[in-house]
């Protein structure tokens, strides 16, 4: 079955169905660009995402249907992403050879670089170029478990929508963050994007404007209300409220300045602090795959999105740990999307939670036809 379609449709629209919260972008292009039409940010079911797999697809499907109707979005066709630590993408060399005896071949030469079965995984390839050995070519790879692309096109079905496109929220950062930046900065440096979910934070290195690297680490946002939940004996919900005014004061940056005692940040801070050193291993791997000094693995900047990236001083708290500018990501402040009717309230709230749901929503109205999944 082929998750991409060749054809149009009328309209579509991008759903990141996250462990913590569901978001829904619709895009339409106008005469100077694109307008975003329509945004809309629900809870997630609780327990209903399980490593990466929608578990309770009805109750799912019927929050997105009823998201859908309550923010006036008609779509027909939808485009959702995958990821987590089960999901595999990595640039690799294979022997030159044609596309299509790739295609016949690929199962056999994924094998050699994925652990899993290749009979429960969905594997996809694009082939970027020549190889330095001009008898290898660099190819990049995807491949994910089945069962959790399969439950994201049934969750999309049983809402009355029909999947397109099933994308890696890597590639979906990429697109609204670089692809479409209001400018061209990114595409003379290297700058680490980092999603800090709920259950997952995820790293990936933009180089020149091309993808570079991806790291996924299983330390966010439940971790930091978890460590709350059992200082406090509270429940989860209760425990996330907690975390939510841990800044009511001050920011994350200076609370232990300022608040020396406050103890749901003692218990979140060594968390906060482990993350970041991952983010750092992440950041050294990549450099040294370079020269030492060498342009290229500069990482000139940070941009956070994702639901803990809203917690307010984490990106000056990032910045401080790591000495490399960080900043939070205003999808619709720093790309050329122009936010049409679609409140100013509303996006300053869920603006660093909506980066991968609008590249979702631009697949399928650029050209470029790469870095689609098929099963």
């Not at 680490?217 to 200082?231: C, E, Q, R, V, W």
């Not at 005692?261 to 993350?275: A, G, I, T």
């Amino acid at each position: 079955m082929v998750l991409s379609s060749l054809f149009s449709k009328e309209t579509t629209v991008g759903i990141d169905i996250g462990s913590s919260c569901i978001k829904a972008v619709e895009i339409e292009p106008t005469q100077n660009g694109w307008t975003l039409a329509n945004a809309a940010v629900i809870p997630t079911p609780r327990e209903a995402i399980k490593d990466g797999i929608v578990i309770n697809i009805v109750d799912v499907s019927q929050e997105i249907r009823s998201m859908l109707r309550d923010a006036g979005i008609k779509a027909t066709g939808a485009i959702c992403a995958i990821s987590g630590s089960q999901v595999i993408v990595r640039q690799v060399q294979f022997p030159k050879m044609p596309e299509s005896a790739l295609r016949k071949s690929i199962r056999y030469e994924a094998s050699k670089y994925i652990s899993s079965s290749m009979e429960d995984s969905v594997v996809e390839f694009e082939i970027l170029g020549d190889a330095e050995d001009p008898s290898q070519m660099n190819v990049m790879l995807v491949a994910a478990p089945r069962e959790m692309v399969d439950s994201r096109v049934i969750t999309l079905e049983s809402a009355g929508l029909e999947p397109l496109v099933i994308d890696i929220e890597s590639f979906a950062l990429i697109r609204s963050l670089v692809e479409f930046s209001a400018t061209d900065e990114y595409l003379h440096k290297t700058v680490a994007l980092i999603d800090m979910g709920a259950s997952h934070t995820d790293v990936d290195i933009v180089s020149m404007g091309e993808f570079a690297l991806t790291r996924n680490i299983p330390i966010a946002g439940d971790n930091f209300t978890n460590a709350i939940k059992s200082l406090t004996g509270s429940t989860f919900e209760e425990a996330e409220q907690t975390k939510l005014e841990m800044t009511a004061h001050s920011a994350i940056h200076e609370l232990n300045s300022n608040e020396p005692d406050n103890k749901s940040w003692r218990v979140v801070q060594p968390l906060v602090d482990e993350l970041i050193r991952e983010i750092r291993r992440s950041i050294h791997f990549y450099q040294s795959q370079f020269p030492e000094g060498s342009t290229e693995s500069f990482v000139s900047k940070i941009v956070l999105t994702g639901g803990s990236a809203r917690m307010a001083g984490m990106d000056a708290y990032v910045a401080g740990k790591l000495s490399i500018p960080t900043e939070v990501a205003h999808v619709f402040k720093q790309t050329a999307i122009s936010t049409g009717s679609v409140s100013h309230q509303f996006l300053e709230e869920h603006g660093p939670v909506l980066a991968v749901c609008t590249g979702l929503a631009l697949k399928e109205l650029i050209s470029d036809s790469t870095q689609k999944m098929a099963a």
